[in-house]
């Protein structure tokens, strides 16, 4: 069964400044996708960037980008120029498609606090 | 708007009480699923459909029901709730199988109690 594990419950971060929040998954396929979510008090999951393995190139969504190590099995997020709006619970998700039904997996969560 | 409705938002229930959850989408998506929250865990998936009339067991079926009798709703529901099913749960449909590709849709979640 696949896995995803974010290792850090917790980050916090300037405002203006970057941050780095970590995942790390496991999987026997190929070709799948990875997400990073948000959830800010409100509850609502936010799809902040999605990363298609088959793709080499990182995914680049505005101050968001990712770092997509796929043999190191790795999915790092990074937020630049952080702003207070940033502040949020991050889900790390991994969905196998192909035949898996669209199912997501998903890390533990990372909250991230913007410090003004 | 299009989205994904859940219902209720918020629901206090006593050991032993059964209730239904409703999640109702309006954007005529084949796939729907339930997941519950719980704090250091994620999200985990309960059940899901592939299509009205079909459901299929998740990663944490047990103590949980559903049901798809119409394509736009999808219902879960507790016979006899425990403690330990108290938790944020939320809905969410998909288009496709491919869920990655064309998206997934989240309703905001309904949190549960149960004393």
């Known amino acids: 069964a696949q896995t995803v594990t974010q290792s850090q419950p917790e980050m916090s971060v300037q405002e203006a400044e970057t941050v780095t929040l970590s995942c790390t998954y496991d999987?026997?396929?190929?070709?799948?996708?990875l997400f990073w979510y948000k959830q800010p008090p409100s509850r609502q999951m936010i799809l902040v960037i999605r990363?298609?393995?088959?793709?080499?190139q990182n995914a680049t969504e505005n101050r968001f980008s990712v770092n997509f190590q796929k043999a190191a099995k790795s999915f790092s997020l990074k937020i630049s120029d952080s702003q207070l709006g940033d502040a949020a619970m991050y889900f790390c998700?991994?969905?196998?498609?192909?035949?898996?039904?669209?199912?997501?997996?998903f890390g533990q969560g990372t909250i991230l606090t913007v410090h003004p | 708007n299009a989205g994904v409705t859940q219902t209720p938002k918020f629901r206090v229930l006593k050991t032993g009480q059964s209730m239904t959850l409703l999640c109702a989408q309006d954007?005529?998506?084949?796939?729907m699923y339930w997941y519950r929250q719980d704090p250091g865990m994620g999200l985990r998936l309960i059940h899901y459909?592939?299509?009205?009339?079909?459901?299929a067991k998740g990663e944490v079926p047990d103590g949980y029901n559903v049901s798809r009798l119409k394509k736009q709703n999808f219902l879960l529901g507790l016979e006899s709730a425990a403690p330990s099913q108290t938790s944020v749960y939320f809905c969410?449909?998909?288009?496709?199988?491919?869920?990655?590709?064309?998206?997934?849709?989240f309703g905001s979640g309904t949190r549960l109690t149960v004393v």
């Open positions: 969410a449909s998909s288009l496709a199988p491919q869920g990655a590709v064309y998206g997934y849709t």
């Open positions: 998700a991994y969905d196998a498609g192909g035949t898996s039904y669209g199912k997501l997996t």
């Open positions: 999987t026997s396929e190929s070709d799948y996708y």
């Open positions: 459909s592939v299509g009205e009339g079909t459901t």
């Open positions: 990363q298609e393995a088959y793709k080499q």
């Open positions: 954007m005529n998506h084949e796939y």
